[in-house]
């Protein structure tokens, strides 16, 4: 008589009939389901923080802007003009206005020497001497000396002294020329002007002999009318063919001698004044658009910060920055504190809550009264107890539509303690927890499915015992006589 056996199939539900694999796989899929629903609150946490973030860098632009307006370089543009083209002119803000008058009497040359010897090839001797002194071309003053070495076991070579002229650290360029009776070698000085002109002295030539000027460096020089001798002009040089020093804050660049007089003029230029607003301006707007649309709460929105009240705030504070009025320290004709606003000056709040700017009105009010203008708009932040310009505790110290926009920016964007850094932040904490939680309950799933697993397949063990165990008995009972199996 034979035992029954115990041998499972390892085909899912062979024994059963189940399909035990899809089984387990809807079990897990609703034991899962809490975390599936962490792992959707995830998403929206990453949402929110990066939504505040994108709110966050929006008012870090609006405060660099804001923050131009409280600079006084701002309110002092200037525009250079030239009357000829071989004449350009670039005035910084600040630039002192005024037009000046002039001849191009000269242009900046470069110094250069020759040696008066030749080479056959690159590679020869050198024999100029083994140390070269660099002196002003009236000897009075030495630069320093220049050692030539040589790279091989023979003499120093024309390349070699190449070499050590060109790493000497004075400001001297070298070159081999290759003409027609051999190589010549030419020193020149990295700069133009008179002071960088030089002459070559060595071991062997005390005297300079060795080397001949090819051009002579020289400064650049303007001359101008002097009204108090009709018979002398006035001149300035530079060692460049730029001028930088003759109008304060007026670069001059010249290009090509001439007799023929020049002028260059400086003026303000109330177009760089009016783009600095308008940048103003388009950084509120921007901010502004950003906060409407994360927090957007119109029916049907998916706006992931609907109707965040820190967000909707902000927009009334900008608001209310640029549109309040602004009492400014200068004095009408009674004698009266004037008091201003944008909005008298170029700068309206539009029904659907932005900003217009009207730069033909602004620049028409700052031609009238450029203080008033500036008064209006500018202001100045004070620093706060971090002593650091440009951070949330800021305050404002003069009122001015610029300083207060700055410093409210400052409060919403500063990277340390800001409104908005700090929203982001809390969200950035919130998905770290979640994520935590997420990851514990992708080992509980593991354990759950490996329990499932198990019971699953101990149950088809045990079908399959049993499936055996009828088998044999049903066997046992046919092969019993027939009579035995009446009784």
Same mark, same amino acid.
């Given at each position: 008589?034979?035992?029954?056996?115990?041998?499972?199939?390892?085909?899912?539900?062979?024994?059963?009939?189940?399909?035990?694999?899809?089984?387990?796989?809807?079990?897990?899929?609703?034991?899962?389901?809490?975390?599936?629903?962490?792992?959707?609150?995830?998403?929206?946490?990453?949402?929110?923080?990066?939504?505040?973030?994108?709110?966050?860098?929006?008012?870090?632009?609006?405060?660099?802007?804001?923050?131009?307006?409280?600079?006084?370089?701002?309110?002092?543009?200037?525009?250079?003009?030239?009357?000829?083209?071989?004449?350009?002119?670039?005035?910084?803000?600040?630039?002192?206005?005024?037009?000046? &008058? #002039?001849?191009?009497?000269?242009?900046? $040359?470069?110094?250069? %020497?020759?040696? *008066? @010897? !030749?080479?056959?090839? =690159?590679?020869?001797?050198?024999?100029?001497?083994?140390?070269?002194?660099?002196?002003?071309?009236?000897?009075?003053?030495?630069?320093?000396?220049?050692?030539?070495?040589?790279?091989?076991?023979?003499?120093?070579?024309?390349?070699?002294?190449?070499?050590?002229?060109?790493?000497?650290?004075?400001?001297?360029?070298?070159?081999?020329?290759?003409?027609?009776?051999?190589?010549?070698?030419?020193?020149?000085?990295?700069?133009?002007?008179?002071?960088?002109?030089?002459?070559?002295?060595?071991?062997?030539?005390?005297?300079?002999?060795?080397?001949?000027?090819?051009?002579?460096?020289?400064?650049?020089?303007?001359?101008?009318?002097?009204?108090?001798?009709?018979?002398?002009?006035?001149?300035?040089?530079?060692?460049?063919? &730029? #001028?930088?020093?003759?109008?304060?804050? $007026?670069?001059?660049? %010249?290009?090509? *001698? @001439? !007799?023929?007089?020049? =002028?260059?003029?400086?003026?303000?230029?109330?177009?760089?004044?009016?783009?600095?607003?308008?940048?103003?301006?388009?950084?509120?707007?921007?901010?502004?658009?950003?906060?409407?649309?994360?927090?957007?709460?119109?029916?049907?929105?998916?706006?992931?910060?609907?109707?965040?009240?820190?967000?909707?705030?902000?927009?009334?504070?900008?608001?209310?920055?640029?549109?309040?009025?602004?009492?400014?320290?200068?004095?009408?004709?009674?004698?009266?504190?004037?008091?201003?606003?944008?909005?008298?000056?170029?700068?309206?709040?539009?029904?659907?809550?932005?900003?217009?700017?009207?730069?033909?009105?602004?620049?028409?009010?700052?031609?009238?009264?450029?203080?008033?203008?500036?008064?209006?708009?500018?202001?100045?932040?004070?620093?706060?107890?971090?002593?650091?310009?440009?951070?949330?505790?800021?305050?404002?110290?003069?009122?001015?539509?610029?300083?207060?926009?700055?410093?409210?920016?400052?409060?919403?964007?500063?990277?340390?303690?800001?409104?908005?850094?700090?929203?982001?932040?809390?969200?950035?904490?919130?998905?770290?927890?979640?994520?935590?939680?997420?990851?514990?309950?992708?080992?509980?799933?593991?354990?759950?499915?490996?329990?499932?697993?198990?019971?699953?397949?101990?149950?088809?063990?045990?079908?399959?015992?049993?499936?055996?165990?009828?088998?044999?008995?049903?066997?046992?009972?046919?092969?019993?006589?027939?009579?035995?199996?009446?009784?």
């Amino acid at each position: 008589m034979t035992s029954p056996t115990s041998s499972t199939s390892s085909i899912s539900g062979l024994i059963s009939g189940m399909d035990t694999t899809t089984v387990i796989s809807q079990l897990m899929q609703i034991e899962s389901q809490p975390q599936t629903q962490l792992k959707s609150q995830l998403s929206a946490t990453k949402t929110d923080a990066a939504a505040y973030r994108d709110v966050n860098s929006a008012f870090a632009a609006l405060a660099s802007a804001a923050a131009a307006l409280t600079q006084a370089s701002t309110w002092s543009p200037a525009t250079a003009t030239s009357s000829d083209p071989s004449v350009t002119a670039t005035a910084t803000a600040g630039a002192a206005q005024g037009a000046l &008058t #002039f001849t191009v009497d000269n242009l900046a $040359t470069t110094h250069s %020497v020759m040696a *008066k @010897s !030749t080479w056959t090839n =690159t590679t020869d001797p050198y024999n100029l001497g083994s140390t070269l002194t660099i002196k002003s071309t009236d000897g009075t003053k030495t630069f320093g000396t220049i050692k030539i070495t040589s790279s091989t076991t023979g003499a120093a070579s024309l390349n070699d002294a190449i070499s050590a002229i060109n790493k000497s650290g004075l400001g001297l360029s070298a070159a081999a020329i290759q003409t027609s009776t051999g190589y010549a070698l030419q020193v020149t000085a990295t700069s133009s002007g008179a002071a960088k002109a030089f002459q070559i002295q060595s071991d062997t030539d005390s005297a300079g002999a060795d080397y001949a000027v090819a051009t002579l460096g020289a400064d650049a020089q303007i001359s101008f009318a002097n009204p108090s001798n009709t018979s002398q002009r006035y001149t300035s040089t530079s060692a460049s063919n &730029t #001028f930088s020093n003759v109008l304060n804050g $007026t670069s001059i660049t %010249v290009s090509q *001698k @001439s !007799t023929t007089p020049v =002028t260059v003029g400086v003026v303000t230029d109330p177009n760089a004044v009016a783009n600095a607003v308008q940048a103003m301006v388009t950084a509120a707007n921007n901010a502004l658009a950003k906060i409407s649309t994360y927090s957007d709460s119109s029916t049907g929105s998916t706006a992931p910060l609907k109707g965040d009240f820190s967000l909707l705030s902000l927009t009334g504070r900008v608001l209310d920055a640029v549109s309040s009025s602004v009492g400014t320290n200068l004095l009408d004709a009674s004698g009266k504190a004037i008091t201003s606003s944008a909005g008298s000056n170029g700068v309206q709040l539009s029904r659907d809550g932005k900003l217009t700017f009207d730069p033909v009105a602004f620049k028409a009010a700052y031609a009238a009264n450029p203080a008033q203008v500036q008064a209006v708009f500018s202001g100045t932040t004070l620093v706060g107890a971090d002593n650091v310009a440009n951070s949330a505790d800021d305050t404002v110290g003069v009122q001015g539509v610029g300083a207060r926009l700055a410093v409210l920016a400052n409060q919403a964007s500063d990277s340390a303690s800001g409104s908005l850094t700090s929203l982001a932040k809390g969200q950035d904490s919130r998905a770290k927890d979640i994520q935590s939680q997420i990851d514990a309950w992708t080992l509980r799933l593991a354990a759950r499915q490996k329990t499932l697993t198990a019971q699953f397949t101990a149950m088809e063990t045990a079908l399959g015992t049993l499936k055996n165990q009828s088998s044999w008995l049903s066997s046992q009972i046919n092969s019993l006589p027939s009579n035995a199996k009446s009784n």
